[in-house]
């Protein structure tokens, strides 16, 4: 079993939909990281959080430590929100450092 | 644009031979995080340097090394290539060793073994 596991595994959309990414992980963890990855595939990290709801633009992250769960919320969807959604939690690793592990991504399709 | 470099963009290489990665992190940072991704593995984090030393292993095969030069830039070493390497190689980068600052990533390098 994942350390990380998202769902869904793919989202079809139509433009302007509520969208919801879950997220929830096994192991005791220190900070929750979403990350979008285009299609280029180049990754940009969108959220960080280790507690509570976080919010940029039309794009929401919560965190519930207690149930081991996040989600990523997209109000009002476009097509060019159209990527892949990765959850990462960051785990200490020793020695001070930390180290993140993967969730396998939620491949998200808007469609006009 | 993140501010981290990473070169070559592509690589295609054959079976048994070795390649070099390379990274640069954002200005002023001191950490820089390599990863692979994989079709069938997803990301995986493999090593992570700071300020010249070696931080933390990840998932790491023994044909692989890499390190961070006093200029703070990385370089990931593939040595004894086989068809399963074929991925993409990410760093990262960001200021402390711990903390909970974001990372920020390079564009990747395309590995392809033939």
């Known amino acids: 079993k994942n350390e990380v596991e998202q769902s869904p595994q793919n989202l079809t959309a139509q433009e302007g939909e509520f969208i919801t990414i879950n997220c929830s992980y096994s192991?005791?963890?220190?900070?929750l990281h979403w990350l979008q990855q285009h299609p280029g595939g180049g990754i940009v990290s969108l959220f960080m959080?280790?507690?509570g709801k976080k919010k940029h633009g039309r794009l929401i992250a919560t965190i519930n430590i207690q149930e081991k769960h996040s989600s990523l919320h997209i109000t009002a969807s476009h097509p060019r929100d159209s990527a892949v959604y990765i959850c990462?939690?960051?785990?200490?690793?020793?020695?001070?450092?930390?180290?993140?592990?993967f969730g396998k991504g939620t491949k998200l399709s808007v469609i006009p | 644009d993140s501010g981290v470099t990473q070169t070559p963009k592509h690589l295609i290489t054959a079976t048994g031979q070795r390649v070099t990665l390379r990274c640069s992190p954002r200005?002023?940072?001191?950490?820089v995080y390599w990863y692979q991704q994989s079709l069938d593995q997803g990301l995986q984090f493999l090593i992570q340097?700071?300020?010249?030393?070696?931080?933390a292993k990840g998932n790491i095969l023994e044909r692989f090394s890499a390190q961070q030069f006093p200029d703070l830039h990385s370089e990931l070493n593939l040595s004894s290539l086989e068809l399963g390497d074929s991925a993409l190689y990410f760093c990262?980068?960001?200021?402390?060793?711990?903390?909970?600052?974001?990372?920020?990533f390079g564009p990747g390098t395309r590995l392809t073994v033939l």
């Open positions: 990462a939690v960051r785990v200490y690793s020793g020695a001070g450092s930390y180290q993140l592990t």
């Open positions: 192991v005791g963890i220190s900070a």
């Open positions: 959080l280790s507690s």
């Open positions: 200005s002023g940072d001191l950490s």
């Open positions: 340097y700071y300020n010249g030393e070696e931080r």
């Open positions: 990262a980068s960001h200021p402390r060793t711990s903390g909970y600052n974001e990372q920020f």
